[in-house]
C-alpha cells in the first residue's frame, strides 16, 4: 500500500504497488470496506483477484 485515500460512505481506495507472475500491475489499487471498528479488504475486490489467479472460492460464488 503506497497512499490510502479518505474515506467516504464505509468504503475506502489505496493505491498499492502489486506485481503478478513477475510483472507489475500498472495503477494498482486496492478496495477496503468499514466492518465494525475495522477496515476488511472487500470481497469484490479479493473475489477479483481469485478470479485473475484462475482459482476458485466458497466465498466468490454467483448469488443464485
Same mark, same amino acid.
Given at each position: 500500500i503506497t497512499?490510502?485515500?479518505e474515506p467516504a460512505d464505509a468504503?475506502?481506495?489505496?493505491d498499492a504497488e502489486v506485481t503478478?507472475?513477475?510483472q507489475p500491475v500498472e495503477n494498482a489499487s486496492v478496495?477496503? #470496506? &468499514?466492518e465494525g471498528d475495522q477496515w476488511k #479488504? &472487500?470481497?469484490k475486490f479479493a473475489c477479483n483477484i481469485v478470479?485473475?489467479?484462475q482459482l476458485d472460492?466458497?466465498?466468490c460464488q454467483?448469488?443464485?
Open positions: 497512499k490510502v485515500g468504503e475506502l481506495k489505496a503478478i507472475d513477475g478496495d477496503f #470496506i &468499514a #479488504i &472487500a470481497n478470479k485473475s489467479a472460492s466458497a466465498a454467483p448469488d443464485e
